[in-house]
């Protein structure tokens, strides 16, 4: 079924079509909307789901702990400071080895308190163990949330799929919304081996000494390799089913590239313009899009990248003290490398500024014109 | 105890990271670690007295109607209610509810309005409710003086009891002050005649016309015999005749004025006034009327004048505080426009040709305490004024008649003597209501009546009476507030002031059902535990067992915590230390 949909309600068909079960959520701008509706499809029985009020986003994380321990597909959405509220209980939902899935809306960080788009809230949630998907539009929104359920519960680990504020949340675009048979055949009933059993009381998440601790954490690790084939093998039974594909990368115009720009999010959308235009000039320009961020696709960065002399990485984020941190991310996966592309890293963006096929054409302009990076940051549009 | 049935469970070894589980998680059932040995303070279901029940003077199970007409369980609701009063129709339209005045929801946003659906609920009963069958007969006649409220109560629960029970009654219709004292427009004579009904269809035999020797002039009677005629039969002829005599023929002696000219003609007590409205008269009492008190006779004169087409005016020798009647008929009275002068007393009658014209009145101030703790009035000096008024009507207190007791009943300087149990002393006598409090209300005397039919039956049968329960009353403070939303209480229907002029009709008009049912849920429920669940949501070790209509706690691993307690939004569970519920 079609419908004219912004980015926050395509999350909210998302989780419908997932069948989600216990919703728990606080309401937060740019994410609040996602919430509403699904409430409203609680309300009216178009969602058989439990929806939790709570208090904080602490809260609401929490409740989603509790039902995934009892063995319900638990939904919930944040932004920004809910999502840095969130941090300690995120750590455990990956700990306690639950397939949540949360929508996050990236939403700068405060102070100044800003609404507006960055990704500074969900990539410094890197270390807590959730695997995090990036998406471009309304359709790849709906689409993930699906995704990312059915990789959550084969790895037993929480996934977060993130959509840019306003740009995505309230812009309108054409969707898709599976049927729901479809979805069904791709995403089975969540039917975990271990959940709390009133005839077999357990502890859950209870103390662990040094003799147990270090194996758990092990798993988790390997819970992340074990995820790269399982993403990949969702994303071919996805486009089997529904006729979309993605991967946990996207190469697009790369071949005999001298140039690839790396985008995430909707930078990427309005990077493709630039391409084409670029192509269409004769000049070999192409543009790699990350949907994956943890665990790194290091084998799909490599195969895009190693090729290419150039490498523009644009970062709508910063990691204090050092850069763009989707960059440490690129460069750490190609260290190993004999022979590796010159990285140049920019940060644009940041706290929602708009980004134009302007700024991206100058990036590129910038980069084709310069042999080496003058900086290990280059500022775009800053006012300096 | 599954815990002690079940075989020490086995640990795995673990050796290698398969060996693992995938989370943290206990390796066996957490079934063999009883938490219940930690705990040092235990909640236990402890249903505290609803403030409404404790204060009811009939005792009234408030509270648990409430419940029941929340349910829409009407006719539960009323056999509940008439397990302490059998006749709420009335007393939901006379009683002073000191229950509103008690109860914990007046401290959140305004108080359940019981009084209304009792009133409800009374009508409902005298409509849809069988009239029950006595399970016994006893061959024990029981003779009761009076057919007020008092023996109203008494004779119910005794032919309950399938006790033979006779009433007399020296008016011509019965009922006592009920029918005599109380105005047409708050209690219909055809709701009382309904209530008749249902005595006389228990199997009450209820004599009217009927006055024991000696019995002075009753309410609604000048001179002796105007009203009904003397009977001749006396108090030890009765004794004779019954087994069980039951004395509750009220205080229906009007206090005199004590002032000079007192006896001028129109000067006339509030309550004969009343009496004679009541049996159908319309007393000519001309344009301007005193009404001398501040109880509820006062403003039941006042009130019945102004519907005659007179101007009353009441004068009070204290203040607003100070007055005995019933808060809400003196805001009633002053909204129909009766004005109220206080701090004044009347020093003298002044008399033309035997008539009143006027009064000397004094002005008051207030001084002491006196022995009602009320500060009793002191004459302010040269304040002398004059008003002129048509007639006086005197509402200044009533008496109990001794006169025609006989020696062997016991009485106090002013009342018949008996216990709260209505026992006097004297075998097979008893006495209950106005006769041995002095003149109170009607729920009291309905409560003394059946507290004397129940040590009647104690006495017939044997039995002991029960000893006085000293239950801990549920306090506001310890209602869970977050639980209720703010809802404003149901307003009574009554007739605008113009509906009421020149007329006695009743002036509220009773609530709806839905009305009725929606104040009900406004209840906290005090203190008593109506199931909500909220101790078995929030349990953190689904240690709270649902058995059909309550809670168990399961020791073996309730830790104590207290969320239960804290999280009941009325009070009704308790923490203990665990040594003393060893």
Wanted: charged share 25%; hydrophobic share 40%.
């Amino acid at each position: 079924m079609k419908k004219v949909i912004t980015g926050n309600h395509a999350v909210s068909f998302g989780a419908q079509c997932s069948r989600v079960q216990v919703i728990s959520a606080y309401p937060i701008t740019p994410q609040t909307q996602i919430v509403e509706l699904l409430s409203e499809f609680c309300a009216s029985g178009k969602l058989a789901a439990k929806f939790i009020k709570v208090e904080s986003e602490h809260s609401a994380m929490a409740a989603c702990v509790a039902a995934s321990a009892a063995g319900t597909r638990a939904f919930t959405a944040t932004s920004a400071q809910g999502l840095a509220l969130m941090h300690e209980v995120l750590h455990w939902a990956a700990g306690a080895r639950l397939p949540i899935v949360l929508a996050d809306v990236n939403r700068a960080m405060g102070p100044g308190w800003s609404v507006w788009t960055d990704q500074s809230d969900s990539l410094s949630q890197r270390d807590t163990g959730w695997l995090q998907f990036y998406c471009e539009s309304n359709q790849e929104v709906v689409d993930t949330c699906l995704i990312s359920y059915r990789v959550a519960e084969q790895i037993m680990m929480p996934v977060m799929f993130v959509l840019d504020a306003f740009v995505l949340s309230h812009t309108s675009e054409g969707v898709d919304i599976p049927e729901m048979e479809l979805c069904d055949q791709y995403l089975p009933p969540y039917k975990p081996e271990l959940k709390l059993d009133l005839a077999d009381p357990r502890s859950f998440g209870a103390l662990s000494n040094p003799d147990h601790y270090y194996e758990i954490r092990y798993k988790m690790q390997k819970a992340h390799e074990q995820a790269l084939p399982v993403v990949k093998q969702a994303h071919e039974e996805f486009a089997r089913i529904f006729g979309r594909s993605y991967g946990m990368t996207e190469s697009y115009r790369c071949e005999d590239a001298e140039l690839v720009l790396v985008t995430t999010g909707t930078i990427t959308g309005t990077a493709r313009v630039v391409i084409d235009s670029e192509r269409a000039k004769g000049r070999r320009v192409g543009l790699l899009k990350i949907r994956l961020f943890r665990p790194t696709p290091v084998a799909e960065l490599k195969a895009a990248l190693l090729k290419v002399p150039k490498v523009a990485i644009i970062d709508r984020n910063i990691s204090f003290g050092h850069g763009g941190i989707w960059t440490q991310e690129i460069k750490s996966a190609l260290y190993d490398e004999p022979v590796r592309p010159t990285i140049f890293s920019y940060i644009i963006g940041i706290g929602g500024r708009d980004v134009t096929p302007k700024d991206i054409q100058e990036i590129v302009d910038f980069t084709l014109a310069s042999e080496r990076p003058p900086a290990p940051i280059i500022w775009r549009g800053v006012r300096l | 105890m599954r815990w002690l049935e079940a075989e020490p469970p086995k640990i795995p070894v673990l050796e290698r990271e398969s060996d693992y589980p995938p989370m943290a998680v206990s390796l066996t059932t957490t079934l063999v670690n009883r938490t219940g040995s930690w705990r040092i303070f235990r909640p236990v279901y402890d249903n505290k007295l609803p403030p409404c029940n404790a204060e009811c003077p009939a005792g009234e199970k408030i509270q648990g109607y409430l419940d029941l007409m929340e349910q829409k369980r009407y006719l539960d609701a009323y056999q509940l209610i008439l397990e302490s009063n059998p006749f709420p129709s009335i007393t939901g339209r006379v009683c002073y509810h000191p229950c509103e005045g008690a109860c914990n929801r007046k401290e959140f946003d305004e108080p359940i309005g019981i009084h209304n659906i009792e009133r409800f609920l009374g009508d409902f009963g005298l409509s849809k409710a069988p009239i029950p069958k006595p399970a016994v007969r006893r061959p024990d006649q029981v003779c009761i003086i009076g057919s007020g409220p008092a023996g109203m109560t008494a004779a119910w629960f005794l032919a309950l009891e399938g006790y033979p029970v006779t009433m007399l009654e020296a008016a011509a219709q019965p009922g006592g002050m009920l029918r005599l004292g109380i105005p047409d427009y708050r209690l219909p004579k055809t709701v009382l005649d309904r209530e008749f009904r249902k005595l006389k269809a228990l199997g009450v035999k209820v004599r009217t016309n009927t006055r024991v020797s000696g019995q002075g002039p009753g309410t609604g009677e000048r001179k002796p015999g105007t009203g009904g005629r003397g009977s001749g039969i006396s108090v030890d002829d009765l004794r004779r005749q019954f087994s069980i005599i039951l004395f509750a023929h009220g205080a229906h002696q009007s206090r005199e004025l004590g002032v000079p000219g007192q006896e001028a003609k129109g000067v006339m007590s509030g309550l004969e006034f009343l009496a004679q409205i009541n049996l159908g008269k319309r007393p000519r009492i001309g344009k301007r009327v005193a009404v001398i008190g501040g109880g509820n006779t006062a403003i039941d004169a006042a009130r019945s004048a102004l519907r005659l087409g007179a101007e009353p005016r009441i004068l009070y020798r204290r203040t607003r505080a100070e007055m005995p009647a019933v808060a809400d008929e003196v805001e009633e009275a002053l909204r129909e426009g009766i004005p109220i002068d206080f701090l004044v007393a009347p020093v003298k009658v002044i008399r033309s040709k035997g008539r009143v014209t006027g009064m000397e009145l004094l002005r008051m101030k207030l001084g002491k305490p006196d022995e009602s703790g009320r500060r009793r009035p002191v004459p302010v000096k040269n304040s002398s004024f004059r008003l002129k008024f048509d007639s006086i009507l005197t509402a200044i207190g009533e008496q109990v008649d001794l006169g025609f007791l006989g020696a062997d009943v016991p009485v106090t300087g002013w009342s018949v003597s008996a216990d709260r149990w209505g026992r006097t002393g004297r075998s097979g006598v008893y006495a209950a209501g106005d006769c041995v409090t002095g003149p109170k209300t009607v729920v009291e005397a309905i409560g003394m009546g059946r507290r004397a039919a129940r040590a009647i039956d104690a006495h017939v049968t044997q039995q002991s009476l029960p000893e006085e329960e000293k239950a801990e009353i549920a306090q506001y403070v310890n209602i869970n507030t977050v639980y209720f939303d703010h809802a404003s209480r149901k307003p009574m229907p009554a007739l605008d002031l113009k509906a009421r002029r020149r007329n006695f009709k009743e002036v509220h008009l009773g609530y709806a059902p839905n009305d009725a049912v929606e104040e009900s849920a406004r209840c906290f429920s005090c203190g008593v535990c109506d199931r909500c669940d909220n101790c078995y949501v929030f349990c953190p070790d689904m240690s709270v067992l649902k058995k059909d209509e309550s809670y168990e706690y399961d020791y073996d691993f309730c830790k104590g915590c207290g969320v239960c307690a804290r999280e009941c939004p009325r009070n009704a569970i308790t923490m203990i230390e665990e040594r003393q519920a060893k």
